[in-house]
C-alpha cells in the first residue's frame, strides 16, 4: 500500500515554515530598509529631518557618512546618515503654530 514517508513530511513541514517566514518577517523587513536607504540617499541640504531619537532639526552640512544637523539657532549637531527617522514634508511646518 502507498504509506507516506513521515521524514517526507517533516521536510515539507520545515520548508513551508521557512516560506512563511520569509514572507512575514525577512521580505518586509528588507523592503523597509530598502526605503530608508533610499531615503536617506535622497536628502539635501535644508530638509527639515526628524532622528530615531526624536531630535527635529534642518540638515546644515551633508557629509561622507554624517551630517550637521542645525537643531536651535547657532546650536549644531553632528549625527551619523543612518539615525535620520524621517524627511519631515514642508506642509508640516505651517501646522506647527496651529497646537
Known amino acids: 500500500m502507498g504509506g507516506s514517508n513521515p521524514q517526507a513530511i517533516s521536510l515539507l513541514y520545515i520548508v513551508g515554515l521557512f516560506a512563511i517566514l520569509y514572507f512575514l518577517m525577512i521580505r518586509p523587513q ?5 526605503k530608508h536607504t ?23 552640512k551633508i557629509k561622507d557618512k554624517s551630517f550637521i544637523l ?3 539657532d547657532k546650536v549644531r549637531m553632528e549625527f551619523l546618515k543612518t539615525a535620520v527617522s524621517q524627511v519631515v514634508a514642508q506642509q508640516e511646518d505651517g501646522d506647527e503654530g496651529e497646537q
Open 70 to 72: 542645525e537643531v536651535a
Open 30 to 34: 528588507q523592503q523597509r530598509q530598502k
Open 38 to 60: 533610499e531615503m536617506i540617499k535622497s536628502i539635501k541640504q535644508n530638509d527639515k529631518v526628524i532622528t530615531i531619537g526624536g531630535i527635529y532639526g534642518t540638515i546644515i
